[in-house]
């Protein structure tokens, strides 16, 4: 007879920090779907293209990693386990974005962001404070996060080369993908955040997205 393990808040802790290691110090994850710009032809940028593409790719990449800590620190103290399956499973299809960011970053020669590990840290606090207000409180958080990063995504495809048509499509996957999430905890039951914290939320994007760009 077999019996399931039960595992208990620093059981998961480990686990999270574990899977962390692949976003924040480099080792390589792997993407459950293919990468929207498989099918795209060879880019044609000049260098100052390049360089501009590659800086708003890295911030993508790094609100990848910001997006894996806080599923992973709302999953480690949500109460109800519907809603920490459903965390974990937003974070397991956040991989395939970070994935698709980190082989487009190689592609443009460039790096993903040196401060990597200060976004994990901060993001999984924060989203582990967001799951002890409450399930629907945290839930409330996803999808302002979610609603945020829609709209900085609109930015990006904007400001991207008109000539970038391997990014653009990843960040039009990328734009679909995060509506959903925003959708699926609106369903679940997700409060609307009070005015001052969306506002402070948009504030600490503000500064994670302009410091990424260049490190």
């Not at 708003?56 to 790094?62: F, I, K, N, P």
């Not at 920490?84 to 395939?96: F, L, N, V, Y």
Request: proline share 5%; glycine share 6%; with cysteine.
């Amino acid at each position: 007879m077999t019996t399931q393990r039960r595992y208990t808040a620093l059981d998961r802790l480990v686990l999270r920090l574990d899977r962390a290691v692949a976003p924040v110090f480099g080792a390589r994850a792997r993407a459950a779907r293919e990468n929207p710009a498989a099918a795209a032809p060879p880019d044609r940028l000049d260098a100052a293209a390049r360089r501009h593409a590659a800086g708003l790719m890295r911030v993508d990449h790094a609100g990848e990693v910001s997006a894996q800590a806080l599923y992973q620190g709302q999953g480690l103290t949500a109460r109800d386990p519907e809603v920490r399956a459903g965390m974990e499973t937003s974070a397991a299809e956040e991989i395939d974005h970070l994935v698709w960011c980190e082989q487009r970053l190689r592609e443009l020669d460039s790096r993903p962001s040196r401060l990597n590990p200060v976004w994990y840290l901060g993001s999984f606090s924060i989203g582990a404070l967001a799951g002890l207000c409450g399930d629907a409180w945290s839930l409330g958080f996803v999808a302002e996060t979610e609603r945020q990063v829609v709209v900085h995504l609109d930015a990006h495809l904007v400001r991207l080369p008109a000539a970038d048509e391997r990014s653009r499509r990843i960040l039009a996957q990328m734009r679909e993908d995060e509506q959903h999430h925003a959708t699926v905890a609106l369903k679940a039951g997700a409060r609307e955040l009070p005015a001052p914290v969306r506002r402070l939320m948009a504030l600490c994007s503000r500064v994670m997205t302009t410091t990424a760009y260049y490190f």
